[in-house]
Nanobody
Framework: QVQLVESGGGLVQAGGSLRLSCAAS????????MGWYRQAPGKERELVAG???????NYGDSVKGRFTISRDNAKNTVYLQMNSLKREDTAVYYC??????????????WGQGTQVTVSS
């Protein structure tokens, strides 16, 4: 099993920045891709950003140019730097990990989620 623990969520004004972190533990040798998803009230969960074990990244269209995903394999940690935040970025953000090389619609492992609220 793999455990994922997120940190770094909170309340921020529009235009501000936040950095999310997610530390993986457990049987992490099988993990390849890691990423972040989010779910806003009344909406489906969506992929925000993903990163492979080799560092290849992919982003949701709504966050391209504003969010940056990175990964420290030595620390088994993935980060999401969120800049120029908008009210529509308000959601619960979930860390995820998968044995596949890229994050897809579903993931093998999920964190508990961290709330990000962007105020106007």
């Amino acid at each position: 099993q793999v455990q994922l623990v997120e940190s770094g969520g909170g309340l921020v004004q529009a235009g501000g920045s936040l950095r999310l972190s997610c530390a993986a533990s457990g049987i992490i040798g099988s993990i390849n891709a890691m990423g972040w998803y989010r779910q806003a009230p009344g909406k489906e969960r969506e992929l925000v950003a993903g990163i492979s074990s080799g560092g290849s990244t992919n982003y949701g269209d709504s966050v391209k140019g504003r969010f940056t995903i990175s990964r420290d394999n030595a620390k088994n940690t993935v980060y999401l730097q969120m800049n120029s935040l908008k009210r529509e970025d308000t959601a619960v953000y979930y860390c995820a990990a998968d044995t596949a090389q890229t994050m897809g619609v579903k993931a093998d492992y999920w964190g508990q989620g961290t709330q990000v609220t962007v105020s106007s």
